[in-house]
T-cell receptor, first 109, second 115 residues
Framework: AQRVTQPEKLLSVFKGAPVELKCNYS??????LFWYVQYSRQRLQLLLR??SRESIKGFTADLNKGETSFHLKKPFAQEEDSAMYYC???????????FGKGTLLTVNP | NAGVMQNPRHLVRRRGQEARLRCSPM?????VYWYRQLPEEGLKFMVY????????ESGMPKERFSAEFPKEGPSILRIQQVVRGDSAAYFC?????????????FGEGSWLTVV
C-alpha cells in the first residue's frame, strides 16, 4: 500500500525566513513524488516533481530514499507563498495519485 | 485553452436528493479522473475514465456513486440519495494520455454541501 504523510497541518513563518514542509512516504517500489500547491480555493497546480530536479518559485525538494522523504524547502519565504501544499505519490498505477492531507503555509509580513 | 472546467463550483443538496457534478476536460484530453477531498483529508482517487469507458473505479463507493464520460459532452459524477457524509470537494483532472502526475491538470473543484 502507498501512503503519504504530511505531519504538519499548519505552518506559520515570517517573510524572509526559511521554510520546510515535510513529506514522508511509504511505497515498496520506485515512486514518483510531486508537490502540488493550491492558492485560496483555486485549482491544484503542479509545483514540482522529483524527476525534473528543478526549482519553481524558489522551492526545491530532494527525494531521500533512505529516509523516504520528499521535503519542500525555500530559503526565503514570501507572503505570496501562503497556500495549501500537498505532497503526492504516483506508484505502479501511474495515473493514480496518493495525496497527503496537506500543509497550510502562512507567511506573515 | 480554458483548462479543466468544473460546474457547479458550489452545490447544496438536501439529504436524499441527487447531485450531478460536471467536468469538461482540457481541449485534446481524453482521460478524466475524479478525486474527492473530505474535510481535513487529502484528495482521494475515485475513478478514471476514458471516452465512453470506465478504466478504474476502485476508489468509488460501492453504492449511490456513478460516473460517465460520454462520447460527446462533459464527464459527470452522479451521487444519488446524498447523505451528510458526501459533503466534500470533488476535483476533476484530465490528461492527454494515461500518464503520471506531471501531465494531469486539475479543475478548481466542486464543493458539495449536504444539509
Amino acid at each position: 500500500a502507498q501512503r503519504v504523510t504530511q505531519p504538519e497541518k499548519l505552518l506559520s513563518v515570517f517573510k524572509g525566513a526559511p521554510v520546510e514542509l515535510k513529506c514522508n512516504y511509504s511505497y515498496s517500489g520506485s515512486p514518483e513524488l510531486f508537490w502540488y500547491v493550491q492558492y485560496s480555493r483555486q485549482r491544484l497546480q503542479l509545483l514540482l516533481r522529483h524527476i525534473s530536479r528543478e526549482s519553481i518559485k524558489g522551492f526545491t525538494a530532494d527525494l531521500n530514499k533512505g529516509e523516504t522523504s520528499f521535503h519542500l524547502k525555500k530559503p526565503f519565504a514570501q507572503e505570496e507563498d501562503s497556500a495549501m501544499y500537498y505532497c503526492a505519490l504516483s506508484g505502479g498505477s501511474n495515473y493514480k495519485l496518493t495525496f497527503g492531507k496537506g500543509t497550510l503555509l502562512t507567511v506573515n509580513p | 485553452n480554458a483548462g479543466v472546467m468544473q460546474n457547479p463550483r458550489h452545490l447544496v443538496r438536501r439529504r436524499g436528493q441527487e447531485a450531478r457534478l460536471r467536468c469538461s476536460p482540457m481541449k485534446g484530453h481524453s482521460h478524466v479522473y475524479w478525486y474527492r477531498q473530505l474535510p481535513e483529508e487529502g484528495l482521494k482517487f475515485m475513478v478514471y475514465l476514458q471516452k465512453e469507458n470506465i478504466i478504474d473505479e476502485s476508489g468509488m463507493p460501492k453504492e449511490r456513486f456513478s460516473a460517465e464520460f460520454p462520447k460527446e459532452g462533459p464527464s459527470i459524477l452522479r451521487i444519488q440519495q446524498v447523505v451528510r457524509g458526501d459533503s466534500a470537494a470533488y476535483f476533476c483532472a484530465s490528461s492527454p494520455y494515461r500518464v503520471s502526475g506531471n501531465t494531469i491538470y486539475f479543475g478548481e473543484g466542486s464543493w458539495l454541501t449536504v444539509v
